[in-house]
């Protein structure tokens, strides 16, 4: 176990690392190379999988920076090293101090406290796809181990609260006999993958994204020095399906395109490189110019990654995304250090001659469609704002091994469709859905509702995002039955974004109101307008601030009813 590199207050022997340090020599202890009082004799070299971050860890001291405390969390005891205590611990019953809680997030496991005193497991699942058996094995897990029901996340992924402590090892072992596993699902790594829900089912798609996804997730999983980066880093996979990925919101985006004739590189599907996509820092992620063939994928991620890992920010968390190290750079020198990793040169194609993208439609995650599959379709299920008792679960993967392909396929709108459905069929699964209370149909409001978990259960909400969602959906459909297109209402509770609401046509992030002289708040959010993403994407502009939530459902239908009145045609977006 490494000693941390830096704390506010040095004992004797932190003091001595510290001076070797400064003079260089610091590698030895690092790696455990010296004995307390020992005298240094010669550097040496930290080794293994996490020597980059090491040394990049190194450099940031050399340099004057002072370390953020979850860099010496990592360095103190690797939290993959910490795996048998962290077990040992939670089966005793102990509260995890902050610092291992960060570290059971390698794990896949978050401490909620104190919303709820209990853990949180978030998955990971490639592309958003599960078996029906799996699907039906984590409601089983959820009602042995956690709180009886499950959420499916803006990232097409399962996340299942209230796992009491002793309960941890028992979950994370369920997830194995399943063929499942939640390891590098929070923290400071490379988030669930995501890919096009309807990939291999969509007759306009130009890529099918699942053994991409698949493949990433298998690379990232075996690879350990890619774990413990700067901070978290989200990649995706667009198939150029019809249903929208979200790919402009990841750090790293794959596109599939079509490049024509005339261009540097030879005719086909290309995958074009987007990067540094952070929503919640008001920036999407831009083209690169850099095409590449679908099997390059991996290395090329890989070689972004080791960019990242060497150039990152690890003194200021809200600085260390991979937007701030391309802000200071440029594309230019960020893509240059990433063909220096690859030791070759990146093709490029000019924007002329990548033929226009398909536009995707708003509501092909719900209800029936035609698969390019003869006679089968993919049926979506509206969830209210991602929410599945395990009841449910068991009963929708008995429909999908009974009238199905036997899959679930997640999207990042939290919600999932049922694939390779016989026309047939298609009737019969309505009707089971319907009898779940669940819906396959949605109106122009609920198909685009999304919203994070909220203060019922996440410590840095300010609002009840999830209840205050489904109350506007009901006052909007109740009060405004002329609205007649697609609109996507996105609720956060905090700046982390996780409901991403500067993409919303109608975005809210959770604010405290103050309503009293006394300083007495209430819940409530700042609104933001003109979001959009795929072919419209856009980072919406804030134009009211803490607005009470009992006041949202009337914001909400005004804003509608003003877009309603001044458009020219159907056709006009709520962004126009
Ligand atoms: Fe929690 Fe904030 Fe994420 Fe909502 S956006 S789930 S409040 S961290």
């Excluded at 150039?311 to 391309?326: E, F, P, S």
């Amino acid at each position: 176990m490494a000693e941390p590199l830096a704390t506010d207050e040095f004992n004797a022997e932190q003091k001595r690392y510290l001076e070797g340090f400064a003079s260089g020599i610091a590698a030895a202890r690092l790696t455990g190379g010296l004995a307390a009082g020992t005298a240094a004799t010669a550097p040496s070299e930290p080794t293994g999988p996490e020597a980059t971050h090491i040394k990049a860890q190194e450099r940031t001291v050399r340099e004057g920076g002072k370390l953020c405390d979850q860099e010496k969390w990592k360095r103190a005891e690797n939290p993959f090293d910490a795996h048998n205590r962290l077990i040992a611990e939670a089966a005793a019953g102990t509260t995890p101090k902050p610092e291992d809680n960060f570290r059971w997030r390698y794990h896949g496991l978050f401490w909620v406290a104190p919303t709820q005193t209990s853990y949180m497991c978030r998955l990971r699942i490639p592309n958003g796809i599960l078996t029906a058996a799996q699907f039906a094995g984590v409601a089983d897990l959820a009602d042995l181990h956690g709180g009886g029901y499950s959420h499916v996340t803006t990232r097409a992924n399962l996340q299942v609260r209230e796992i009491a402590p002793e309960h941890a090892q028992p979950f994370l072992d369920g997830l194995v006999d399943l063929g499942l596993t939640a390891r590098g699902a929070g923290a400071d790594n490379i988030r669930n993958v995501t890919g096009s829900p309807v990939a291999g089912i969509d007759a306009g798609e130009l890529l099918d994204t699942r053994p991409l996804a698949k493949s990433w997730n298998n690379w990232i999983l075996n690879d350990r020095s890619l774990y413990g980066l700067p901070r978290k880093f989200n990649v995706a996979f667009d198939g150029g399906g019809i249903i929208p990925v979200l790919e402009e919101t990841n750090d790293i985006g794959f596109q599939a395109v079509e490049i024509a004739e005339g261009a540097a590189v030879p005719t086909g599907i290309w995958m074009r490189l987007v990067l540094g996509g952070i929503s919640g820092h008001r920036d999407l992620a831009r083209d690169t110019g850099v095409v590449l063939r679908p099997e390059e994928c991996n290395r090329v991620a890989d070689a972004i990654l080791r960019v990242f890992i060497d150039h990152g920010d690890r003194t200021n968390r809200n600085k260390a995304r991979m937007k701030y190290v391309l802000d200071a750079w440029g594309f230019d020198r960020y893509l240059a250090a990433v063909e220096e990793k690859l030791g070759r040169k990146l093709e490029r194609v000019d924007p002329a001659h990548v033929l226009p993208r398909r536009e995707t439609n708003r509501f092909a995650h719900v209800g029936v469609h035609k698969q390019k599959q003869d006679g089968l379709n993919w049926i979506g299920v509206v969830l209210p704002v991602g929410k599945l008792t395990t009841d449910q679960m068991r009963a929708l993967a008995g429909i999908a091994a009974e009238c199905g392909d036997g899959q679930i396929r997640m999207t990042v709108w939290q919600n999932f469709l049922f694939s390779g459905v016989p026309d047939a069929k298609v009737a019969e699964v309505e009707a089971r859905v319907a009898a779940l209370g669940l819906h396959t149909k949605a109106s122009s409001i609920r198909a685009g509702l999304v919203a994070c978990t909220g203060n019922r259960g996440c410590k840095f909400a300010a609002s009840d995002t999830k209840g205050h969602a489904l109350v506007i959906a009901d006052y909007i459909e109740a009060n405004l039955k002329e609205l007649d297109v697609p609109v996507n209402l996105h609720l956060t509770g905090c700046h982390h974004s996780c409901a991403q609401h500067y993409i919303g046509d109608i975005g809210l992030i959770g604010a405290k109101v103050v309503v009293s002289e006394e300083g007495d708040t209430v819940e409530g959010y700042d609104v933001v307008v003109g979001g959009g993403f795929a072919e419209s994407a856009k980072i919406g502009t804030e134009i009211w601030k803490a607005v009470k939530a009992e006041d949202c459902p009337g914001r909400v239908e005004a804003l509608l009813r003003s877009y309603l009145a001044g458009r020219e045609s159907l056709a006009e977006s709520f962004q126009a």
